[in-house]
């Protein structure tokens, strides 16, 4: 039998406080509203000091995860950035530990986010895709011992001048380095903005992601950036329709049941919704959303 190309549906969680009881709560709510995984930003919690796990804290969120029936990945370092000569080797010894982790709470993915350069470093333009390229190499060989897979997500620019991979450029990169325990991870979102920034075709970048991927990032965005725009609270970025919002699915514009229709992805993905706590109310609603497109994903690769 075909295995199924999405094998797990859940959303984010992290500590508010860089304590392990506000993830408890986090993990609770997600077990009671039904979700069968869970992805942890680990480094929200204080558990990884100058690229080393501290044990105590270690064992005690172990001990955490265990308490809950969920499945559980893990979310690397938002400022993750193997392109930067200046601090990829303290980059990929943070990514090291957190395969530790990975390992200590059963997780089977870690999420690294493609690197950028600022504007003003232009001149090492030329080689940072090679040292982002050598850098998961490293990692990804790392992770074979824990049979984790590193999971590349996608990013849009932040700053005038930036440079950073496209989606379809991430895609190319993993299909290059060509790694087991490397896949490209699709955040929609992400890929929607940079692809009106870029004057790219959203759903071609999409198309070029999607038979290297075997992680989701899901929530919903108007896909405009959002520019030099001040927010005084993040609802009137919601309001306005403006940058990466990690809406519930539906309140932004993004054609969900168009594009599950037409993709699909390596065996064993996750489609993990990123969706803020403030819409904690939503994510019943969000999760069946997600379950009926795991399911158009599944059931086309069985009838295939």
């Given at each position: ?21 506000s ?9 009671d ?13 204080d ?23 969920l499945?559980y ?9 193997f392109m ?5 080797g ?12 990975c ?47 590193i ?22 990169a ?36 999607a ?7 899901v ?43 037409e993709?699909?992805?390596?065996p ?37």
């Open positions: 039998m075909t295995p199924s190309p999405i094998s797990a549906v859940g959303f984010n969680a992290g500590s508010a406080d860089g304590e392990l009881a993830l408890e709560a986090r993990l609770r709510h997600l077990a509203v039904g979700a069968d995984v869970a992805e942890i930003a680990v480094t929200s919690l558990i990884i000091a100058g690229g080393r796990v501290i044990p105590g804290r270690a064992a005690r969120l172990a001990a955490l995860t265990k308490a809950f029936p499945r990945t893990v979310h690397g370092l938002v400022s993750s950035n930067d000569p200046e601090t990829v303290p980059q990929l010894a943070a990514a090291k530990a957190l395969l530790e982790i390992d200590r709470i059963g997780a089977g993915i870690l999420v690294q986010h493609s690197g950028a350069l600022r504007a003003d470093q232009g001149a090492i333009r030329a080689t940072a895709g090679r040292l982002e390229d050598d850098t998961l190499l490293a990692l990804a060989e790392a992770a074979r011992p824990y049979d984790v897979r999971a590349l997500e996608n990013i849009y620019t932040t700053e005038s001048g930036q440079y950073r991979r496209t989606p379809s450029e991430v895609a190319a993993v299909k290059r380095l060509d790694h087991p325990n490397l896949v490209a991870l699709i955040d929609f979102s992400h890929a929607y903005i940079e692809s009106t920034y870029r004057s790219l075709d959203f759903r071609a970048e999409l198309r070029a992601m038979p290297v991927t075997g992680h989701l990032h929530h919903d965005s108007f896909g405009q950036p959002a520019g030099r725009t001040p927010f005084f609270v993040r609802q009137e970025a919601t309001a306005l329709g403006l940058g990466d919002l990690h809406m519930p699915l539906g309140w932004g514009d993004i054609p969900w049941a168009e594009i599950f229709a993709l699909t992805f390596l064993g993905t996750v489609l993990l919704m990123e969706i803020d706590h403030r819409y904690d109310a939503e994510h019943a609603d969000c999760l069946a959303q997600a379950r009926r497109l795991a399911a158009a994903v599944n059931g086309r690769a069985l009838a295939a």
